[in-house]
């Protein structure tokens, strides 16, 4: 393959055929607009989009439309998403259309991708054949460095692997990044002489395009062992800066916070599938992609294909750690390990904080809860010696 094939779902009005209306995005995307051109010179016509197929899907249609591989400048994600995630959302004879997948051809995939993925991040942490237990420290705003610190504390005393800021947190005056990254370190320093264990802190370095680089290494000069961005309020090219900047040696996590707008509506918009192949060239190490019980929308089967596009074999890039998240609890854990697998970072925030016992007895709540489908025995039944879980089922049940 030479060119970009995109896939869209579309809905055209009652004005416009099916074919019409997927040659109305071919031309927009490309050389084309409302009319036909007078002036155009011939040369230009290598650039054409053309129309692959068009099949009926549901309601709607799906068509394959390949956009010639010179259209692009290599490298350049933001221009990428200009041309197969562009104009087109807007036509007025489309009343709904969706990318729903893309396909680059090796020509225009070649970035760095991963600096460490699942392998790189499981080495740090030194575990194996078993899913990663993260947290995100809550309340999500408004704790003090110090208390943000004592969390984290708690978090790692009570097993779990990986720490996050909330996707909301950056460098209020509350609870300032430097500041807060020192504390958190520190006491994760503590845990670690007292448990053996170390524990990834991702410190959420999100900011304007010009500042991100910088805000990334104060943190690191503060001992910060993991970096987080929201990388589609802050782009790709921004999580692309990160990933490429030679004095960053540690892992990314991303958080994908405005997705829902995009990803949600399952005729429009842009589905996760797009999302997770641009974050794997971009260079991100872990990625949210959903769950299949927790708090936000979820279609398992989609799910299941989005986590494929970030651990299958693609053009050499390392495989992204997937991240379900989101309301998850550990009566939740078997239904997200039994569909999803176990090469995951399962992450509870309130499902660790609001046990009834506290952050340190809800991590250990989690960690007994893998450890239970990973010994084959139901949850409830691995709760009667292990109190922390009973503790978790009691208050939020298994379902
Ligand atoms: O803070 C949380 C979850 O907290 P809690 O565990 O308390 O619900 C994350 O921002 C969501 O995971 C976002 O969803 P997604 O990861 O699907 O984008
Ligand atoms: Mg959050």
Same mark, same amino acid.
Request: glycine fraction near 10%.
């Given at each position: 393959?030479?060119?970009?094939?995109?896939? $869209?779902?579309?809905?055209?009005?009652?004005?416009?055929?099916?074919?019409?209306?997927?040659?109305?995005?071919?031309?927009?995307e490309t050389?084309?607009?409302?009319?036909?051109?007078?002036?155009?010179?011939?040369?230009?016509?290598?650039?054409?989009?053309? %129309?692959?197929?068009?099949?009926? @899907? =549901?309601?709607?249609?799906?068509?394959?439309?390949?956009?010639?591989?010179?259209?692009?400048?290599?490298?350049?994600?933001?221009q990428?998403?200009s041309?197969?995630?562009?104009?087109?959302?807007?036509?007025?004879?489309?009343?709904?259309?969706r990318? !729903?997948d893309?396909?680059?051809?090796?020509?225009?995939?070649?970035?760095?991708?991963?600096?460490?993925?699942?392998?790189?991040?499981r080495?740090?942490?030194?575990?194996?054949?078993?899913?990663?237990?993260?947290?995100?420290?809550?309340?999500? %705003?408004g704790?003090?460095?110090?208390?943000t610190?004592? %969390?984290?504390?708690?978090?790692?005393?009570?097993?779990?692997d990986?720490?996050?800021?909330?996707?909301?947190?950056?460098?209020? #005056?509350?609870?300032?990044?430097?500041?807060?990254?020192?504390a958190?370190?520190?006491?994760?320093?503590?845990?670690?002489?007292?448990?053996?264990?170390? %524990?990834?802190?991702?410190?959420?370095?999100?900011?304007?395009?010009?500042?991100?680089?910088e805000?990334?290494?104060?943190?690191?000069?503060?001992?910060?062992?993991?970096?987080?961005?929201?990388?589609?309020t802050?782009? $790709?090219?921004?999580?692309?800066?990160l990933?490429?900047?030679?004095g960053? @040696?540690?892992?990314?996590?991303?958080?994908? !916070?405005?997705?829902?707008?995009?990803?949600?509506?399952?005729?429009?918009?842009?589905?996760?599938?797009?999302?997770?192949?641009?974050?794997?060239m971009?260079? =991100?190490?872990?990625?949210?992609?959903?769950?299949?019980?927790?708090?936000m929308?979820?279609n398992?089967e989609?799910?299941?294909?989005d986590?494929?596009?970030?651990?299958?074999?693609?053009?050499?890039?390392?495989?992204?750690?997937?991240?379900? #998240?989101?309301?998850l609890?550990?009566?939740?854990v078997?239904?997200?390990?039994?569909?999803?697998?176990?090469e995951?970072?399962?992450?509870?925030?309130?499902?660790?904080?609001?046990?009834?016992?506290g952050?340190?007895?809800?991590?250990r709540?989690m960690?007994?809860?893998?450890?239970a489908?990973?010994?084959?025995? @139901?949850?409830?039944?691995?709760?009667?010696?292990h109190?922390?879980?009973?503790?978790?089922?009691?208050?939020?049940?298994? @379902?």
């Open positions: 393959m030479e060119d970009v094939i995109a896939h $869209y779902y579309f809905r055209p009005d009652e004005r416009t055929t099916p074919e019409e209306a997927a040659q109305a995005i071919a031309e927009e050389t084309g607009t409302w009319t036909a051109l007078t002036t155009r010179q011939d040369y230009v016509r290598r650039l054409d989009g053309i %129309v692959e197929s068009v099949e009926k @899907s =549901g309601r709607g249609y799906l068509t394959l439309i390949r956009y010639p591989a010179e259209i692009f400048e290599p490298g350049n994600i933001p990428y998403l041309v197969v995630a562009g104009n087109l959302f807007g036509l007025g004879r489309l009343e709904a259309v990318l !729903t893309v396909e680059f051809p090796e020509s225009l995939a070649r970035f760095n991708g991963p600096n460490f993925g699942t392998e790189g991040v080495h740090l942490l030194g575990t194996r054949n078993r899913p990663h237990v993260g947290t995100i420290i809550k309340p999500k %705003v704790l003090t460095p110090a208390d610190a004592h %969390v984290a504390y708690e978090a790692a005393s009570g097993g779990v990986f720490i996050k800021d909330d996707e909301t947190l950056t460098n209020q #005056s509350f609870c300032p990044m430097n500041e807060r990254v020192e958190v370190m520190a006491r994760l320093d503590e845990a670690k002489d007292e448990t053996g264990r170390q %524990v990834l802190y991702a410190v959420n370095v999100s900011d304007r395009a010009d500042r991100i680089v805000r990334a290494e104060e943190a690191l000069e503060r001992g910060a062992n993991t970096l987080m961005v929201d990388v589609l802050c782009g $790709y090219a921004a999580l692309q800066a990933a490429e900047e030679p960053i @040696s540690v892992p990314i996590h991303v958080h994908r !916070t405005m997705h829902a707008a995009m990803t949600r509506n399952p005729e429009h918009g842009i589905a996760m599938r797009p999302i997770a192949r641009l974050v794997r971009a260079g =991100g190490d872990q990625l949210h992609t959903g769950t299949v019980s927790g708090k929308g979820h398992a989609e799910l299941l294909l986590n494929r596009a970030l651990t299958d074999p693609w053009y050499g890039f390392r495989p992204v750690f997937p991240v379900a #998240s989101g309301g609890h550990p009566g939740k078997h239904a997200e390990l039994a569909t999803l697998g176990t995951i970072v399962l992450q509870a925030g309130g499902g660790i904080h609001g046990h009834p016992d952050t340190a007895a809800g991590a709540a960690r007994q809860a893998v450890d489908f990973l010994e084959g025995i @139901s949850a409830s039944e691995y709760a009667k010696d109190v922390e879980l009973y503790r978790a089922l009691e208050l939020w049940g298994t @379902s």
